[in-house]
């Protein structure tokens, strides 16, 4: 098969690697030129000693006319901007992006389906880092479909030996709960950079999947969803590795050091920034009671860590918790 991917960083390289891996051809997209003239060497821009066989990379957007199959591996708060440029109709389109734009609150479908109606919509998502895909450790993910049989497809082009593809038909659940754990992951990084412990970083990761549950509901995702890969295991890599640009982040807030500074020190795009602040507007637009994902922004915002970091374990009266008779 051939793919064009939109977005030459750490993921959408990762992906091009994996498949690569399977022996498909693939075309990369981005406007960095030097990652496109090492992709165009056949040696993988951010992992060394990572060979490509089949992998090329152009700046050319325009060159995505002559591909049936496309890969979304932008930042979420970019996809607009690239998508408005190019014709997506009849198309094949895995979104492997997680965030909510944060202009309109919408999902990367949602945006998608703005430009282009007719086309087949999958998302792409799981506890992924993309140096361990591009070392092909073994790493399992979900792919949310529209269309099953050009899921089964896809999964069939994806699966080898150490990357193992699974589906599941709710979109709506697999988009959000990529997006929303970055918010939660930011938190339990704060909760780490201050000193407190183990004990509160499992409580901040339960309570989060309950909240990101609660936030997709609102929006007709299946709560199950949120209990699989693309939630709770997505979570649990983000709020739990060093790896992780949005732990580090929180990590960094935590001990004190301002959101620029964090932002500068990491030096790489943080989603959970714009999401938090995304979600703080859902939230407060739907009235859903979500003390985590509401302090992480205020956090953001300035808001001092000592005074709003007792929140994330704020519960209404007579809450019970887990909730298990509302999975269903």
């Not at 002559?66 to 690239?82: E, G, S, T, W, Y």
């Not at 699989?228 to 979570?235: E, K, Q, T, V, Y």
Request: glycine share 10%; proline share 3%.
């Amino acid at each position: 098969m051939e793919f064009f991917i939109l977005g030459g960083g750490r993921w959408g390289t990762a992906l091009a690697t994996q498949l690569d891996r399977k022996g498909h051809s693939v075309l990369v997209y981005d406007i960095n030129e030097e990652v496109i003239r090492r992709i165009n060497e056949g040696i993988h821009p951010y992992v060394e000693g990572i060979k490509f066989k089949n992998v090329k990379g152009t700046t050319n957007l325009q060159e995505i006319n002559n591909f049936k199959n496309v890969i979304n591996a932008l930042p979420a708060q970019v996809v607009r901007k690239v998508i408005s440029k190019i014709s997506l109709k009849g198309k094949n389109f895995i979104s492997a992006s997680k965030g909510i734009d944060v202009e309109k609150l919408k999902r990367i479908s949602e945006i998608v389906k703005e430009f282009e109606k007719c086309l087949n919509y999958f998302v792409i998502s799981g506890p992924s880092f993309a140096e361990e895909v591009s070392k092909g450790l073994p790493t399992a993910v979900v792919l949310a479909y529209e269309n099953k049989e050009l899921a089964l497809e896809f999964q069939k082009a994806f699966n080898s030996k150490n990357f193992r593809v699974y589906l599941n038909e709710d979109i709506t659940g697999v988009e959000l709960g990529g997006a929303l754990k970055n918010v939660i992951a930011i938190a339990v990084g704060i909760s780490d950079g201050m000193g407190y412990g183990y004990n509160a970083r499992s409580a901040i990761i339960t309570r989060g999947i309950h909240e990101m549950a609660e936030i997709g509901a609102v929006f007709g995702a299946k709560r199950e969803t949120f209990f699989g890969l693309s939630g709770a295991g997505d979570l649990i890599l983000t709020a739990t590795s060093d790896l992780s640009r949005n732990r580090t982040l929180g990590k960094l807030l935590g001990q004190g050091y301002t959101l620029e500074e964090a932002l500068k020190k990491i030096n790489q795009t943080v989603e959970g920034v714009k999401t938090a602040e995304a979600v703080y507007k859902i939230i407060e637009r739907h009235k859903i009671h979500a003390p985590i994902c509401s302090g992480v922004y205020r956090i953001l915002q300035g808001e001092p860590i000592e005074r709003i970091y007792p929140l994330f374990f704020e519960s209404l009266p007579g809450e019970e918790f887990p909730n298990t008779s509302r999975l269903h």
